[in-house]
Nanobody, 124 residues
C-alpha cells in the first residue's frame, strides 16, 4: 500500500490555471501507474488523466485534452496535474490514484490506492 496526499486545489476564475500535486509515500513510487479522477456533487467519480509507470504514456478524458497535463517526477515521488483554461464544469473534488501496474489505465476500479481528494472550484 501507498499513501497519497493531494494538494494545490482552490478557487479560481474561469480560464485560470491550477496545478495539483500528489505526494506518494510508503512504497517505491516508480512501481505505480498514476491517475487523476474527479467527482462533482451528485455525479459519479470520473477519469481525468493517467500516466504510465515510466511516464512515457499519458491518457486524458476528451473534455480535458489540450487543457490539462499529467506528469510525474519519480525522484520526488510526486505526480502533477497542470490544469489550464479552467471551466466551471471542471469544478469537483480531484482524487489521485495509484495502481501497481505499468499502463496508463483509465478504469476507476483498477486503482487500489486513493488520496483524500482536493477541492477545485472554478467560478464563471
Amino acid at each position: 500500500q501507498v499513501q497519497l496526499v493531494e494538494s494545490g486545489g482552490g478557487l479560481v476564475q474561469a480560464v485560470g490555471s491550477l496545478r495539483l500535486s500528489c505526494a506518494c509515500s510508503g512504497r517505491t513510487f516508480s512501481r505505480y501507474a498514476m491517475g487523476w479522477f474527479r467527482q462533482a456533487p451528485g455525479k459519479e467519480r470520473e477519469f481525468v488523466a493517467a500516466i504510465s509507470r515510466s511516464g512515457g504514456v499519458t491518457r486524458y478524458q476528451d473534455s480535458v485534452k489540450g487543457r490539462f497535463t499529467i506528469s510525474r517526477d519519480n525522484a520526488k515521488s510526486t505526480v502533477y496535474l497542470q490544469m489550464n483554461s479552467l471551466k466551471p464544469e471542471d469544478t469537483a473534488v480531484y482524487y489521485c490514484a495509484a495502481g501497481e501496474f505499468g499502463a496508463a489505465t483509465t478504469t476507476y476500479g483498477t486503482y487500489d490506492n486513493w488520496g483524500q481528494g482536493t477541492q477545485v472550484t472554478v467560478s464563471s
